[in-house]
């Protein structure tokens, strides 16, 4: 069964700094791999998605990175800002193309200015 | 392009009532799932539609959860009776076909049982 764990559950910085959101799964047989971002009262935005042929993704100041063999992503936020803090979810999805995501707790991430 | 229209947006009821949750998803979306999400857990795939028809619903506890499809467009999920632990938001996810890669989750209603 796939388990999906996000390390740490919390995490708070200045703003300006670069920060590593951690994310491991249990079996390495996946079809891909999504970070998303949640905020209080709100629906899940997805932020990067990973193809499991792929080894990383980026958009703006976000990259993300997948080591599939031993079942780890990292989400690298660049030049953190207040308007980041969110709790940002690690989801897999295995069983091929038509698998449901299985979903890590979060980093609730806290940006101080 | 409208994203996915849940409502209400949040609802109390005391235990053994009953709750109806309702979820429009995105125009032409034929897929569409409902999570289950407990405050510091992430979210937990309940049931997923394939237009009208269920495709998975293997995490939901069916003597006491329901939900239909009608139409192939709105779904409602229903709980009846409901117990403490079912407190949580429900997330409503709507995707174009069963195995793209994007899920458009809509803002989920909170729920508290008391």
């Known amino acids: 069964k796939q388990e999906v764990t996000q390390i740490p559950a919390a995490l708070s910085v200045p703003e300006g700094e670069n920060l590593v959101l951690n994310c491991s799964f249990t079996d390495s047989a996946i079809y891909n791999l999504q970070w998303f971002r949640q905020d209080p009262g709100k629906g899940l935005t997805s932020l990067l998605l990973?193809?499991?042929?792929?080894r990383e993704q980026t958009s703006g100041r976000l990259n993300a990175s997948l080591d599939k063999s031993s079942g780890r992503s990292t989400l690298y936020i660049a030049a953190s800002q207040p308007g980041d803090s969110a709790t940002y979810l690690c989801?897999?999805?295995?069983?091929?193309?038509?698998?449901?995501?299985?979903f890590g707790k979060g980093t609730k991430l806290s940006v101080k200015p | 392009e409208a994203g996915v229209a849940q409502s209400p947006r949040y609802k109390i009821i005391e235990k053994r009532q009953s709750v109806a949750f309702w979820c429009n998803p995105i125009s032409g979306h034929a897929t569409l799932y409902w999570y289950q999400q407990i405050l510091g857990q992430g979210p937990k795939l309940l049931i997923q539609f394939q237009n009208n028809g269920v495709v998975d619903d293997s995490q939901l506890p069916k003597d006491r959860f329901s939900a239909e499809r009608l139409k192939g467009v709105d779904s409602t999920l229903k709980i009846q009776p409901a117990k403490l632990e079912d407190s949580a938001v429900y997330l409503c996810?709507?995707?174009?076909?069963?195995?793209?890669?994007?899920?458009?989750f809509g803002p989920g209603t909170r729920l508290t049982v008391t």
């Open positions: 996810a709507s995707s174009l076909v069963p195995g793209a890669l994007e899920q458009y």
């Open positions: 989801a897999v999805k295995g069983g091929g193309s038509q698998g449901n995501l299985i």
């Open positions: 990973i193809q499991s042929s792929q």
